[in-house]
């Protein structure tokens, strides 16, 4: 079953603009993962936001996450074209034996 | 350099043909995972490994095996490739159920003809 839904699918902003991708789950967590995806490669691993924690960041991203609302933001200041990627969240139930589940995804283009 | 390392990277073969994935990880992690990913789309797991010995299937059904023997070594195979096997395979791994997050492979894009 699909536990992360990015929103939105696809994005195109300039650089220098801030960018916000926003992932919502279903059911309780550990913890919440963001990744990205470069033109079909591997994902990278930005940074990993716990349940307790409300806020983290991380250079230019700043990650939120509201349990109660189930839901999470990841925002990307002073876009460059650099970041012109795909987006993930995945989501941790934390049990012993448990899996990432990964979200669909947001495009995001940032054009010179 | 602790890295995980898939091959091939590209791989076009015919239907019938048995193949299998390489997926190596020289960061000593306990866990490894593999993925199948279409283009544009999320990411599904097929199959996942919480130890030497230990394999699971993942949440799609996948007509693919996998093994693991040593704790480096994860690969995934096909036994006889089909169109609708068409995809991009990742494999990853991690250190402590994800806590600290995945470590991902650049992929192998496989195209069966």
């Known amino acids: 079953s699909q536990q992360g839904e990015e929103d939105p699918q696809a994005l195109s902003i300039q650089e220098g603009e801030n960018a916000t991708m926003n992932c919502s789950y279903k059911t309780s967590i550990n913890n919440l993962q963001w990744y990205r995806q470069n033109s079909g490669r591997g994902l990278v691993h930005l940074i990993l936001i716990r349940s307790n924690e409300r806020e983290k960041h991380s250079g230019r991203l700043r990650v939120t996450l509201d349990t109660s609302k189930k839901s999470s933001s990841l925002l990307i200041t002073a876009s460059r074209a650099a970041d012109t990627a795909s987006y993930f969240c995945a989501t941790d139930a934390g049990r012993r034996y448990s899996t990432l589940t990964f979200g669909k995804g947001t495009m995001l283009l940032v054009s010179p | 350099e602790a890295d995980i390392y898939q091959t091939p990277r590209y791989l076009v073969i015919g239907t019938g043909k048995k193949i299998t994935l390489e997926c190596s990880q020289t960061?000593?992690?306990?866990?490894m995972y593999w993925y199948q990913q279409d283009p544009g789309m999320e990411l599904h797991l097929i199959h996942y490994?919480?130890?030497?010995?230990?394999?699971e299937k993942g949440d799609l059904s996948s007509e693919s095996t996998v093994s693991r023997i040593r704790t480096e070594h994860f690969p995934l195979t096909l036994e006889s490739a089909r169109p609708s096997h068409t995809s991009q395979y990742l494999c990853a791994s991690s250190g402590d159920g994800g806590s600290y997050g995945y470590t991902f492979g650049s992929g192998t894009r496989l195209t069966v003809v």
């Open positions: 490994s919480y130890g030497v010995n230990s394999t």
């Open positions: 960061m000593g992690h306990d866990k």
